[in-house]
């Protein structure tokens, strides 16, 4: 009989997703047949699934950390914000629409049945299923409609467990304050919490722990230290892309305001011999830069205007002056070409924009989304590549000749005459561990080899570790009940 157990949180950004990827391991560890769930996530760091669809990278994350491929079932509905009011609502891998957060607000309980179809598809093949919420079950002035937290919890009756942040301060009040806002039905859902991202001697809290239990009648779960090797996996929240010091060669990344599929960031950022260094607004990009990476952008056009804001535009060709390298991936590729037109207003309104100017290609947005787990060759030397392509717009132009990968037959990517300047819309590149050397050789900045993927599975080993020495897992596998339909 399939079991689930759900993991919310007193707040965003508590550590819910990573939480449920190392209790999903810990689950698997046991021998028992695990899969991740996220009714409704929001992020524009998405997974291209085998079923042609996309979820938020963090079930992409959990999935391989339950040994299975990721599908659309496990995130069935993801918000990706195209403006700070606007987002493209997925749902079941495809998009569905482009609302305002107000017409979201009331629209949303209408996806409730296909939410609970791929909760039930997916819970029919597995022992446990472990849900993870999405900000807090205290944003009551959403609980309407809601499908994220307790409006799922009461659709599928399922039992929560409440993870707080110690690391912001003001714990015991964002748990107690939980339980105390909650109206009856929802807060008994609750059975049990646990405290994240403790620094130090976590015996110094033990009365907080007796406190919370005591105002809540929750039962404690345990206190989880710092894990400090989260950097090692796989980030999806945005507010989680930060610098990484490694060694002398170094990567410089502008972050864009709608940041996208960062992710190729991080085979970077775990080499030991390379520093990845993200340039907030308002800072230059640094002259010593080895090669200046511009990341995907779910809004382009708009991107590259605050691209321009910051002076970057300025800083990008003075670096190319002094003959540094330039990768551009998705919409950082769509960027180095001459134009980017959006005649029929796909990311907001009808508009033709001025590149930068450094690959002599044009792009034109169009509706049609290319969904694709790709493999390629690096022309150059023949290294295997596996990854993803997950774009809007279509990319001609003379400096197309100079594709530098082999996709299903066809050239892929633009590059200079001179082959400093790169651009190609396959994400994923550096994930392959012979392509990332290649490619850092090719410019002048040879790093030493390493076996990314590996590092990834290790680290999720080691986070079910460390969830079995500071939690109750037994008591988390007792709580978990039966999937109702």
């Known amino acids: 009989m399939t079991k689930a157990i759900m993991i919310q949180g007193a707040g965003s950004n508590v550590g819910k997703s990573m939480l449920v990827a190392g209790l999903c391991r810990a689950a698997v560890k046991r021998g028992l047949s695990v899969a991740p769930f996220k009714p409704q996530n929001m992020s524009n760091n998405a997974a291209v699934t ?14 391989r950390a339950c040994g299975l491929d990721p599908h659309t079932d496990m995130n069935p509905v993801l918000l990706k914000p195209e403006t700070d009011v606007g987002a493209q609502v997925i749902v079941q891998g495809k998009r569905f629409a482009t609302m305002r957060a107000c017409e979201y607000g009331t629209r949303k309980a209408e996806l409730i049945p296909r939410v609970l179809d791929s909760y039930h598809r997916l819970a029919a093949g597995h022992d446990l299923i472990v849900i993870e919420g999405a900000g807090s079950p205290a944003e009551v002035n959403l609980r309407a409609g ?37 109206p009856p039905e929802d807060r008994a859902r609750i059975k049990a919490f646990a405290i994240n991202k403790f620094r130090g001697d976590t015996t110094l809290f033990a009365d907080g722990m007796t406190a919370i239990s005591d105002h809540t009648g929750w039962v404690p779960l345990g206190i989880v230290p710092w894990f400090a090797d989260a950097w090692k996996l796989p980030a999806e929240d945005v507010i989680d892309v930060a610098s990484r010091k490694g060694g002398a060669i170094k990567v410089v990344v502008p972050r864009l305001n709608r940041i996208a599929n960062f992710d190729d960031l991080d085979p970077l950022a775990a080499q030991p011999d390379v520093t990845v260094e993200i340039i907030e607004a308002g800072r230059p990009l640094p002259g010593d830069a080895d090669l200046v990476l511009i990341p995907g952008s779910k809004s382009t056009i708009a991107d590259l205007a605050h691209f321009r804001a910051q002076g970057w535009d300025t800083d990008l060709m003075a670096h190319v002056r002094r003959g540094g390298h330039v990768l551009g991936i998705c919409g950082g590729y769509q960027m180095l070409g001459r134009e980017i037109a959006d005649p029929d207003g796909i990311e907001g309104p009808a508009t033709r924009v001025r590149g930068l100017g450094l690959l002599d290609v044009t792009t034109t947005m169009a509706a049609h989304k290319r969904l694709a787990l790709s493999e390629a060759v690096f022309d150059a030397t023949g290294d295997a590549v596996s990854g993803y392509e997950i774009h809007i717009g279509e990319t001609v132009g003379p400096d197309r000749q100079n594709g530098w990968l082999t996709l299903e037959g066809r050239r892929e990517g633009a590059a200079s005459a001179d082959g400093r300047i790169k651009g190609c819309y396959l994400h994923g590149l550096f994930a392959a561990d012979g392509f990332r050397q290649s490619y850092m050789a090719q410019i002048g900045a040879p790093i030493k080899a390493m076996n990314y993927d590996a590092g990834v599975d290790a680290t999720l080993d080691a986070l079910a570790d460390h969830l079995e020495d500071c939690l109750d897992v037994d008591a988390i596998l007792r709580l978990a009940e039966p999937v109702r339909r």
């Open 146 to 182: 809601d499908i994220a937290n307790m409006g799922f919890a009461e659709a599928a009756d399922c039992p929560v467990i409440l993870v707080g942040d110690i690391d912001r301060g003001g714990v015991i009040a964002q748990l107690v304050g939980t339980d105390v806002i909650l």
């Open 50 to 63: 085998a079923d042609g669809g996309e979820i938020g990278r963090a079930q992409a994350l959990q999935a």
